[in-house]
């Protein structure tokens, strides 16, 4: 089944090759890490994939940030548990580590009920979300 119609969390071909522990959350000093070896895999060097790969990740996470800032206006932990969970396996399997960190630290903020940790998570996220499209802007410019 193509990857398009797994969406990009239920695509699982090989482990993932991030460790996470914890990230710095402040923006300005996180650059956007992408495990270019592990997008390389997934697309079978195919460089046109590895963009459209990254593009369907934008307009995932895009969709993920608008949900996670709605549950922590609603207080709720348990869904930015699962949301962090969803993101941290989506952006891990097509390699975008820095976004992978901040996930597991926005599952384990809902897991522990922390909603100021969340919000920054969040922040880190919509940083990190903005540096990956500026990156693909320039891709898709030329």
Not at 9 to 35: F, K, R, V, W
Not at 47 to 60: I, P, R, S
Not at 113 to 127: F, N, V, Y
């Amino acid at each position: 089944m193509p990857l398009i119609n797994q969406g990009l969390a239920g695509y699982n071909l090989i482990e993932c090759h991030y460790h996470p522990t914890t990230m710095n959350l402040d923006p300005d000093s996180q650059p956007l890490q992408i495990d270019w070896e592990r997008l390389s895999q997934i697309s079978d060097d195919d460089e046109e994939f590895q963009l459209e790969l990254l593009n369907m990740l934008a307009t995932d996470v895009t969709d993920q940030i608008a949900m996670i800032s709605s549950a922590i206006a609603q207080q709720n932990s348990k869904e930015l548990q699962e949301l962090g969970h969803y993101l941290k396996g989506s952006t891990a399997n097509v390699g975008v580590n820095s976004m992978a960190l901040i996930s597991k630290q926005l599952e384990e903020a809902g897991r522990t009920e922390q909603l100021e940790l969340a919000t920054t998570c969040l922040a880190a996220l919509a940083d990190q979300q903005n540096k990956l499209l500026a990156y693909l802007a320039t891709k898709t410019a030329g």
